[in-house]
C-alpha cells in the first residue's frame, strides 16, 4: 500500500511530531530513519539536525510565489530574493555561509541536483524556477556536512524539495496577483506581478505522470543607483548643470551624488515539469522528470537629472553644485536576457525494507539559450539600438550521476554506501554587436572562459545501534577532484590552464542518546572540502603582458571542520531544540586585494583561516489555538587569519549577523479560515572582509532588519480558495547590496480537484 506522505513526512513524525504520540517508541533512537516508497535524495539515516515545512504549512502561511520562499521562515537560513522570479541572485545563506557564498549549500529537488557550483556568489543562485510551489510536498533542510552522502557543498545545508506524485485523478489551477509600492531616493512608483499555474496528474495500474505549467510576468523595483563620490568631483562650472541629484553616504559613509536608479527588471518566467513513473513491483519504481524553464527579462534605467530645460540626462559632461563630472556611455545601462535552459532526470529505486537496497540515479542541466545582451551606447538613443555587448552561455551546464545501496545485515546496523559524479562545464563568450537589441557579434570576441571540474565520490556510513539507548553513525567520503580545459581570454591576449588533479578523504561522525522519554542528546562532526568552481579557477581577465588579472587556477579548496552538539526535547505540546555548532574553514574562498605583491592584486583568494561558533534554538508548539513555530540563532564569525590581506584578522565574515530570528503564528478561526502573522529579523553585518563598511543603509551595503509578514486563507469548499497576504508589512527599508522589496500586497485564487 502506497502512503500519500513523503519518506521525510513519516520521519518528521517520528522524530517531531511524537510531542502527540502516546508510543515513546517514536523518538527512542534519536536519529531520523526515513521510510516510505517515494524517492527522496536523502539517505536513509540522518544524524544531526533536520527541519522541515510541509505542502499544508505553506499554503496556510507563506506568501509563496517562488520555490525558495518555503524557506522564509526556517531556521538560520535566508534567500537573497530581490524580486519575484529573481532567477540570478536568489543565494541561499545558512549558519556560517552568507549570500557571497552560493557554493556551501546544496539544494535538491526529488534527487536532481538545482545548485549551481558553475561559481560562487550572487550570480550563481540555484535553479529555483524548476520547481514551482504547487508541486512542493515538503522541504527539508539537513543542516551541516555530516552525511557522507554528500559532497564538501554540504557544508551549510543540504536542501530537499519532494513533489508529489498522484495516486487518482487530480487538477489544479492558481492565479496570484501582486502590488509593491516602492519609494526610495527619487524613485516613486508602483510595480506588478502576476502568475498563473496549471497542473494535472494520475495514476492508472504501474503507471504515475504529473505535468505543472506555469507563467511569471514580475516587475521588481530598482536593484542598482549610478553615483559618484563628492571626493571625485573636479571643482568649477565645467559640464551641463544638473539638477536631481540626491545627496547621501555611500556604505563606507563617504558622501556622495545618487544620479539614478538602474536595472529595473521586468520578467516573463514560463517553467514546465513534467514526471512519469513507473512501478515495476511493489518495491521498484522508475521515475523520469523533464523540466524546461524560459526567461524574458528587461532591465532599464531611470536617471533623476534634469538639465536646465527639464529634459533628462543620461551621459557626458555633468555639474552639480560647482561639482564637475563625467557620465560614461553606460552608466545608465539597458539589458535584455534570454533563457532557456532544460532538465533531465532518471531515477530508478528499490524499497524492499529487507536486507538490500539500491538506486541509480542520474541528471542532465542544460543552459540551451543563455544570451545577454547590453548597450554600450547612451540613452536615450539606446532604446532603439546601437552598438551593444553579446555575453553567451550557450552550452553551459553540469550532469550527475550517483549509484546507491543500503544494507542491513541484523537489527542493530544499516549500511550506506555509494558512488557519485558530478561534472560540470562553462562556456562563456562576450562578443561587441552592431545592434545591441537583435543583432549578430561582430568580430571576435573581446572574451572567453571555459573550463570543465569533475568530482568522482565513494562513500560509506555505517549506523550502529550498540545499546538500547545509544547509537552511532560512522562514515568517511573519498573525493577525487579534476580540472580541466580551462582557458581564460581576454582581447588579444589569451591563457591556457593545466589540468589538476586532487584526491580528499572526509570522516564523518555522529553520536545519540536516548536520555529520557522526553530528551535526546546529539553529537556530530564532519569534514568538508568545498572544491574551487570552474568559473573560480578561469573566469577572469588577461593583461597585456599575458598575466591573469582576476582569477587563479591554482587556487586551494575551503576545508572545514564542522561540529554540532544538540538537546531536543518533547514537550506536552510541543518540541524544543538547542543546538550549539561550530565551523573552522581553511582557506575560504573570497574576492579580496593581495597586499603582499606589487602591484596589488585583486581577485578570488584563499582566506587563511575563519572560526565560527553558534547557538541555535528552535521551537514549536500549540498554545491557545494558535500553531507557534520559532527560532533564534546567534553567530560569532570571525577572520582568524588572513595573510594577504592583514587589516580583516579579527573581523566578521562578510554577510553573517550576530543575531537572527524568525517566527510563525498561525491560528485556524474554523475549518475554512486561517489567519498567520509572522516576522525575521537580522542583525547587523557586513559585506566586505575588512568590515569598512560600516553604513548598512546605502546602496552597496548589507543592513539589519526587521520585518511582518500576514497571510488569511479561506477555503469556500473542497475545490475553492482564496488567500490574502502581505509582505513586508511595516514597509522596512532594507539592503543586501541591492534594495529588498518594500510592502508587498499579493492575492490568490485557487482551484484543487
Not at 579548496?557 to 561540529?563: G, L
Not at 485556524?668 to 529579523?681: C, E, I, W
Not at 520585518?707 to 497576504?725: E, I, V
Request: charged fraction near 20%.
Amino acid at each position: 500500500m502506497k502512503t500519500s506522505m513523503s519518506p521525510l513526512a513519516l520521519a518528521l513524525l517520528a522524530a517531531f511530531a511524537s510531542a502527540h504520540a502516546e508510543d515513546p517508541q517514536l523518538h527512542q533512537l534519536g536519529t531520523v530513519t526515513i521510510t516510505g516508497n517515494r524517492p527522496t535524495s536523502l539517505p536513509t539515516q540522518i544524524p544531526t539536525t533536520i527541519e522541515g515545512i510541509t505542502k499544508a504549512d505553506i499554503e496556510r502561511d507563506i506568501n509563496a510565489t517562488d520555490a525558495e520562499d518555503a524557506l522564509k521562515y526556517l531556521p538560520s537560513l535566508l534567500v537573497r530574493k530581490r524580486y519575484i522570479g529573481d532567477y540570478n541572485h536568489a543565494v541561499l545563506s545558512t549558519r556560517a555561509s552568507g549570500t557571497g557564498n552560493s557554493a556551501r549549500s546544496m539544494v535538491y529537488a526529488d534527487g536532481i541536483l538545482l545548485s549551481n557550483y558553475l561559481g560562487n556568489g550572487a550570480t550563481f543562485a540555484p535553479r529555483w524556477g524548476m520547481v514551482s510551489p504547487e508541486e512542493i510536498d515538503r522541504v527539508d533542510v539537513l543542516y551541516g556536512p555530516f552525511s557522507a552522502a554528500y559532497g564538501g557543498n554540504s557544508v551549510g545545508a543540504v536542501v530537499d524539495y519532494v513533489t508529489r506524485m498522484p495516486t487518482r485523478f487530480e487538477a489544479h489551477a492558481k492565479l496570484t496577483l501582486t502590488h509593491q509600492a516602492f519609494k526610495l531616493y527619487r524613485t516613486d512608483d508602483k510595480y506588478e506581478g502576476r502568475q498563473g499555474s496549471f497542473a494535472l496528474g494520475d495514476r492508472n495500474g504501474a503507471w504515475s505522470w504529473f505535468v505543472d505549467v506555469s507563467r511569471t510576468d514580475s516587475e521588481g523595483q530598482p536593484l542598482t543607483f549610478p553615483a559618484r563620490l563628492l571626493s571625485a568631483a573636479i571643482p568649477g562650472n565645467a559640464g551641463t548643470p544638473v539638477s536631481g541629484a540626491v545627496a547621501g553616504v555611500d556604505r563606507n559613509n563617504n558622501p556622495w551624488y545618487l544620479l539614478g536608479a538602474g536595472t529595473q527588471y521586468h520578467t516573463v518566467q514560463d517553467q514546465i515539469k513534467a514526471k512519469l513513473a513507473y512501478d515495476f513491483s511493489p518495491t521498484m519504481r522508475a521515475t523520469y522528470t523533464f523540466g524546461l524553464w524560459r526567461n524574458e527579462s528587461e532591465g532599464r534605467p531611470a536617471t533623476y537629472l534634469r538639465d536646465a530645460a527639464g529634459q533628462p540626462v543620461y551621459s557626458g559632461a555633468i555639474n552639480i553644485d560647482g561639482r564637475s563630472y563625467t557620465l560614461g556611455q553606460t552608466d545608465f545601462n539597458l539589458s535584455n536576457e534570454d533563457l532557456q535552459h532544460i532538465m533531465h532526470g532518471l531515477t530508478l529505486k528499490t524499497n524492499t525494507k529487507g536486507s538490500f537496497d539500491w538506486e541509480l540515479a542520474a541528471s542532465v542541466y542544460d543552459y540551451d539559450k543563455d544570451q545577454l545582451r547590453a548597450a554600450t551606447v547612451a540613452l536615450p538613443a539606446a532604446l532603439h539600438g546601437g552598438k551593444g555587448r553579446l555575453v553567451n552561455q550557450g552550452g553551459t551546464g553540469w550532469n550527475t550521476f550517483a549509484a546507491k545501496g543500503v544494507w542491513r545485515p541484523d537489527a542493530a546496523h544499516v549500511a550506506e554506501f555509494g558512488y557519485q559524479r558530478e561534472a560540470y562545464k562553462l562556456r562563456s563568450a562576450e562578443t561587441p554587436t552592431s545592434d545591441w537589441i537583435n543583432g549578430a557579434p561582430v568580430g571576435d570576441p573581446t572574451s572567453r572562459f571555459a573550463g570543465r571540474t569533475e568530482t568522482n565520490s565513494l562513500y560509506a556510513q555505517d549506523t550502529w545501534k550498540f545499546a538500547p539507548q545509544w547509537k552511532t553513525v560512522l562514515g568517511a567520503r573519498f573525493e577525487h577532484w579534476h580540472a580541466h580545459d580551462g582557458y581564460t581570454v581576454t582581447a588579444s591576449k589569451g591563457a591556457a590552464h593545466a589540468a589538476r588533479s586532487e584526491n580528499y578523504v572526509s570522516p564523518k561522525a555522529a553520536l545519540t542518546y536516548q536520555a529520557s522519554e522526553d530528551w535526546v542528546l546529539k553529537g556530530s562532526l564532519g569534514r568538508a572540502v568545498r572544491m574551487p568552481t570552474v568559473s573560480e579557477l578561469y573566469q577572469g581577465g588577461v593583461n597585456a603582458s599575458g598575466q591573469l588579472t582576476n582569477n587563479d587556477p591554482n587556487l586551494k579548496p575551503e576545508r572545514s571542520w564542522t561540529t554540532e552538539l544538540s538537546g531536543e526535547r518533547k514537550l506536552a505540546r510541543g518540541y524544543l531544540r538547542l543546538t550549539v555548532f561550530g565551523e573552522r574553514t581553511s582557506d575560504a574562498l573570497y574576492s579580496q586585494t593581495n597586499v603582499l605583491v606589487l602591484p596589488m592584486v585583486t581577485n578570488i583568494q584563499n582566506v587563511d583561516l575563519i572560526r565560527t561558533k553558534g547557538l541555535e534554538v528552535s521551537y514549536a508548539a500549540k498554545v491557545f489555538g494558535l500553531e507557534l513555530s520559532s527560532s533564534v540563532t546567534w553567530t560569532d564569525s570571525k577572520i582568524i587569519r588572513n595573510d594577504k590581506a592583514p587589516a580583516s584578522v579579527g573581523k566578521w565574515q562578510p554577510r553573517i549577523p550576530e543575531w537572527r530570528a524568525s517566527g510563525v503564528a498561525s491560528y485556524a478561526v474554523n475549518d475554512q479560515l486561517s489567519v498567520t502573522l509572522a516576522a525575521r529579523y537580522s542583525g547587523k553585518q557586513f559585506t566586505t572582509l575588512d568590515n569598512s563598511d560600516i553604513n548598512g543603509f546605502a546602496y552597496q551595503g548589507s543592513s539589519k532588519y526587521f520585518t511582518a509578514d500576514a497571510r488569511l486563507r479561506y477555503r469556500f469548499n473542497q475545490q475553492w480558495s482564496m488567500a490574502l497576504g502581505v509582505d513586508n508589512l511595516n514597509n522596512y527599508q532594507y539592503w543586501n547590496f541591492h534594495p529588498y522589496p518594500q510592502r508587498t500586497y499579493v492575492a490568490e485564487l485557487k482551484f484543487d480537484l
